[in-house]
């Protein structure tokens, strides 16, 4: 069995949702993954935001603006009337449901159910169009059996029981529909994996079945050296490691949601990156083989708070890291880059859910200093740790840009570099200078 997740942009309009055809059909069991169609999860966000104000007219105009869009890609999509009309009433379905939001109350529950809508809605429309082509298949709802825990960690051995006993109904079934992203946290309650978490659920899914390749169908062949949103040149990479791409996915290489590597690292499933709009482009092969030597690619992660502690009492003071941890594991946020010096300890959260707390209690021992807007840029690759060079040509890259703190050596995947956020681009074109010869 394969996994097949598309994006987007690949479900992203009637014509997008058409040519995937020849690519889901063909020999072998598979699983189809589905996001939203691209854009309407920006949308629900921006409903829910306008709920939450009380802004019941805003929220029913956006309502309004992203059904119609709906309505006319369902009409472009079916050609029988039978189908015109199915396909219609489901969409007014959808959008009456979000409309009665409008008059109710809402609440943190709600707004996950509202999110929820984007990928309920693509799959079905898509599982629609594939009766009316005559293909056979089935559609999975993901709420009966993605689970997260009280961790917001997928629950696997629930995953595995319950997607077990739905693919079991279907024994003669090789294509099966189901939506990325959504799930049912630890109360049975409508959730989400985050944002971009439709490469999460396919990973997930991949782990669960044992999979032979989880396949992520997007709009790009493949992951590239350098975030081509942000540097004029870039290129495809056509093979990296699960390490390599998990320290790419964390440090922000958008392509992949941030943990979606794990899953599959766990079971050794290899993850392929396919470009939707060009599929005999070769992509990008993750597996367990580390090839060649060098640096292969930069990322980089906004958002980023870097907290200074500084003590007198840390010189020579065995158990003061210790302290400072248990703080952080207390708050459940977890550390990304750490330096230290004699007296202090410099470190960054991407989390700045519980930071007053944090800081507060920090400030019993220590001074405490904290710096938003910072920015992670990542450089990654196979850095053998006898080979000199390597520091020098990335800090070289960096030489007009004031370094807050540096990472090197903690893996041989990775060199972090923490940097304000106002010169992330200019740091991204330098290193794509210096690294790749752009
Ligand atoms: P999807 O909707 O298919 O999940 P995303 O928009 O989440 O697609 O991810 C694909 C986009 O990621 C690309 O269009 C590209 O602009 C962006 N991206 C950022 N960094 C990289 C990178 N290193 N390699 C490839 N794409 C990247
Ligand atoms: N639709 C969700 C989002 O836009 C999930 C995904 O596309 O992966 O974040
Ligand atoms: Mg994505």
């Not at 396909?87 to 009456?96: A, I, P, Q, T």
């Not at 790009?220 to 990296?240: E, F, S, Y």
């Not at 594991?329 to 750490?338: H, P």
Request: glycine share 6%.
């Amino acid at each position: 069995m394969n996994i097949l997740k598309f994006g987007g942009t690949s479900v992203g309009s009637a014509e997008r949702m058409k040519a995937l055809v020849p690519l889901v059909t063909g020999a072998g069991k598979k699983i189809v993954v589905l996001s939203a169609m691209s854009g309407t999860t920006n949308k629900l966000v921006d409903i829910c935001a306008a709920l939450y104000q009380k802004q019941h007219q805003q929220a029913t105009l956006i309502i309004d603006e992203l059904e119609l869009i709906y309505i006319n890609e369902a009409h472009t999509l079916y050609a029988l009337e039978d189908y015109k009309i199915k396909g219609m009433d489901l969409v007014k379905n959808y959008f009456n449901y979000l409309r009665s939001f409008t008059l109710d109350m809402f609440t943190a529950n709600e707004e996950k159910a509202i999110l929820a809508q984007g990928e309920l809605l693509s799959s079905a429309l898509f599982f629609f169009y594939l009766q009316e082509t005559g293909i056979t298949a089935e559609l999975l709802s993901a709420l009966n059996f993605m689970r997260i825990d009280e961790n917001d960690e997928p629950n696997l051995s629930y995953i595995e029981k319950h997607l077990e006993a739905e693919l079991v109904k279907y024994p003669n079934t090789n294509l099966f529909i189901t939506q990325g992203y959504i799930c049912r946290n630890t109360f049975g309650e409508i959730d989400n994996l985050k944002r971009g978490g439709s490469d999460y659920t396919a990973s997930i899914i991949g782990a669960a079945i044992n999979a032979n390749e989880v396949q992520i169908w997007t709009d790009i062949d493949g992951m590239h050296n350098n975030d081509p949103r942000i540097v004029a040149k870039t290129h495809a990479i056509h093979a990296l490691s699960f390490d390599e791409a998990a320290e790419l996915a964390y440090f922000g290489a958008k392509i992949l949601h941030p943990t979606c590597i794990l899953p599959a690292q766990k079971r050794n499933i290899p993850v392929l990156l396919k470009n939707t709009m060009q599929p005999n482009a070769k992509g990008t092969l993750i597996s367990n083989v580390t090839s060649g030597e060098g640096i292969k690619a930069v990322a980089a992660k906004d958002g980023i708070c870097a907290i200074n502690i500084k003590s007198d009492r840390m010189l020579l003071a065995h158990g003061f890291l210790r302290a400072v941890f248990e703080i952080f594991e207390r708050y459940k946020t977890s550390i990304d880059m750490i330096t230290t010096s004699e007296i202090a300890v410099s470190l960054t959260i991407d989390n700045p859910k519980f930071l007053k707390e944090i800081t507060k209690e920090l400030g019993e021992f220590a001074n405490v200093a904290v710096e938003e807007d910072q920015t992670i840029i990542c450089i990654v690759g196979n850095i053998p740790k006898d080979k000199a060079g390597y520091g020098f040509k990335v800090l070289e890259a960096f030489k007009d840009i004031p370094l807050r703190m540096v990472s090197y050596g903690g893996s041989a995947n990775n060199i972090s570099v923490l940097i304000n956020s106002k010169h992330k681009k200019e740091a991204l074109v330098a290193l794509n200078e210096r690294l790749f010869g752009y």
